[in-house]
């Protein structure tokens, strides 16, 4: 996958999310105080979420 910002090859890996912690990730178009209303994205309790990174303009891209 191509970095949008540099166009450089991203590198494939992984996101981590510790075992001992809940994260709901959700898109919002607006930043609010709270996430209602947000489309959840995924959540989950630990695992591995597939992604890229570039590590030159230090972007993160994960597939969902």
Same mark, same amino acid.
């Given at each position: ?5 540099? !166009? #450089?090859?991203?590198?494939? !890996?992984? /996101?981590? $999310? @510790?075992? @001992?912690?809940? /994260? $709901? *990730? &959700? %898109?919002? &178009?607006?930043? &609010?105080?709270? #996430? *209602? ?5 995924? !959540? /989950? #309790?630990?695992? %591995? $979420?597939?992604?890229?990174?570039? /590590?030159?303009?230090? $972007? ?5």
């Amino acid at each position: 996958m191509e970095c949008p910002n540099c !166009g #450089t090859e991203m590198e494939d !890996g992984f /996101v981590a $999310i @510790s075992p @001992s912690e809940l /994260v $709901i *990730i &959700k %898109w919002c &178009k607006e930043r &609010k105080l709270t #996430t *209602i209303g947000g489309e959840r994205m995924f !959540g /989950v #309790t630990g695992g %591995w $979420i597939d992604g890229h990174r570039c /590590v030159n303009c230090r $972007i993160v891209a994960m597939d969902y």
